[in-house]
């Protein structure tokens, strides 16, 4: 059978510290990446809506052409 191995509190602390860090760092990660994240929703949403319009003023120049080509 072999003995349990004894760890110092040392190698413990240092363990728990080097957790804390981790979750700390992936917190300030993930907030950093969750605000480009919100800026690119954002960019999108605008792109969305000059396409949208692009597209309704082309709609309505076709339109306008139509009527010219039939009088």
Known sequence: MV??????????T???SALLVGI?????????LKQIAEEERRIE???KKAREGAERIAKQ???ANE???LK
């Open 67 to 69: 009527d010219t080509i």
């Open 24 to 32: 700390i760092s992936g917190k300030m990660r993930y907030d950093y």
């Open 14 to 16: 240092t363990r728990w």
């Open 45 to 47: 949403a605008e792109e």
């Open 61 to 63: 120049l076709a339109e």
């Open 3 to 12: 003995p349990p191995v004894q760890v110092s509190p040392l190698i413990k």
